[in-house]
């Protein structure tokens, strides 16, 4: 996997959760654990530096039917990596798409 080119550089990347999984991790806790076990945890272990999870991609855009699962995973991801101590050092975030911007120039009267 790409993540393993980022072992030992100490270039820190952050892990990207595709859309699809979104609801699986949304709805269990146990999938949140498994998910960051699998993405995350493996890599540290192999000398890759993360921090941080970003769930999905444009949620809002691509797959509007996974709107009301995006807080819920990021929660679960969040909880998750409480549970394993990891939560310290590696933060969850989402990609949101600029259309959610009503205007953005000049940058100090961006509006959402």
């Known amino acids: 996997m790409?993540?393993?080119?980022?072992?030992?550089?100490s270039i820190k990347v952050m892990v990207a959760i595709p859309n699809d999984d979104l609801a699986s991790?949304?709805?269990d806790?146990?999938?949140?654990?498994n998910l960051v076990k699998n993405n995350v945890v493996l890599y540290l272990n192999q000398?890759?530096?993360?921090?941080?999870?970003?769930?999905?991609?444009?949620v809002f855009i691509q797959q509007p039917n996974l709107t009301g699962m995006l807080v819920p995973a990021m929660?679960?991801?969040q909880m998750a990596l409480v549970n394993l101590n990891l939560a310290k050092d590696i933060h969850v975030s989402t990609l949101i798409a600029f259309d959610a911007l009503d205007g953005s120039f000049p940058p100090s009267?961006?509006?959402f």
């Open 2 to 9: 790409v993540l393993n080119a980022f072992s030992n550089t």
């Open 25 to 27: 991790v949304g709805q």
């Open 29 to 33: 806790l146990g999938s949140s654990t």
């Open 47 to 58: 000398g890759t530096l993360i921090n941080g999870v970003a769930m999905g991609n444009e």
């Open 75 to 77: 929660q679960n991801v």
């Open 109 to 111: 009267d961006g509006r």
